[in-house]
T-cell receptor, first 116, second 112 residues
Framework: DAGVIQSPRHEVTEMGQEVTLRCKPI?????LFWYRQTMMRGLELLIY????????DSGMPEDRFSAKMPNASFSTLKIQPSEPRDSAVYFC??????????????FGPGTRLTVT | GDSVTQMEGPVTLSEEAFLTINCTYT??????LFWYVQYPGEGLQLLLK?????DKGSNKGFEATYRKETTSFHLEKGSVQVSDSAVYFC???????????FGTGTRLQVFP
């Protein structure tokens, strides 16, 4: 299995520009998570989906952030407009929620976003 | 709400030293417990897990025991290597969900 795939791996953009981060979860997994990691705030859960439906978006910092999961094999996290304080590493993770457990999450390599 | 508390880092050790990274949790139910490791420039990887009281998770020489009476899940390794240098995250998930609650992470630095 290829694991969780994220693109791009690095993104540098100017303040005010739109940024779109992409994620392909592991085939057969039905939950997908977006995290943000910074030195100041550590690892934060932004939003998670189950069966393509957003279940909890309470971690999304503000309306500039939006996430979609149009099908089981693809998700996007969009920031519009971007600001310097959005600079961070963004991780996507997936898991398979079914009867039983525990439900390990498998993380992608991350997208390092720099907003200048 | 549920939470995980880890010891502050960095933890600095010489090669072959004994490692303990403390983790305690607060949960209303009976959570599953995890240790994840993050090597420089990479995403988090599952290191080990335990699903019920007194379970011991182990992998790559690391061990952790689920202690319900002390609500703890401390990570241990008898002899660390330079290659173990990484950030270690303790996490829990409540029964029936796959949402994880992570601790703040503990950086381990091992010197030759």
């Amino acid at each position: 299995d290829a694991g969780v795939i994220q693109s791009p791996r690095h993104e540098v953009t100017e303040m005010g520009q739109e940024v779109t981060l992409r994620c392909k979860p592991i085939s057969g997994h039905n939950s997908l998570f977006w995290y943000r990691q910074t030195m100041m705030r550590g690892l934060e859960l932004l939003i998670y989906f189950n069966n393509n439906v957003p279940i909890d978006d309470s971690g999304m910092p503000e309306d500039r952030f939006s996430a979609k999961m149009p099908n089981a094999s693809f998700s996007t996290l969009k920031i519009q407009p971007s600001e310097p304080r959005d600079s961070a590493v963004y991780f996507c993770a997936s898991s398979r929620l079914s009867s039983g457990g525990p439900y390990e999450q498998y993380f992608g390599p991350g997208t390092r976003l720099t907003v200048t | 709400g549920d939470s995980v508390t880890q010891m502050e880092g960095p933890v600095t050790l010489s090669e072959e030293a004994f490692l303990t990274i403390n983790c305690t949790y607060t949960a209303t139910g009976y959570p599953s417990l995890f240790w994840y490791v993050q090597y420089p420039g990479e995403g988090l990887q599952l290191l080990l897990k335990a699903t019920k009281a007194d379970d011991k998770g182990s992998n790559k020489g690391f061990e952790a025991t689920y202690r319900k009476e002390t609500t703890s899940f401390h990570l241990e390794k008898g002899s660390v290597q330079v290659s173990d240098s990484a950030v270690y995250f303790c996490a829990l998930s409540d029964r029936g969900t796959d949402k994880l609650i992570f601790g703040t992470g503990t950086r381990l630095q091992v010197f030759p």
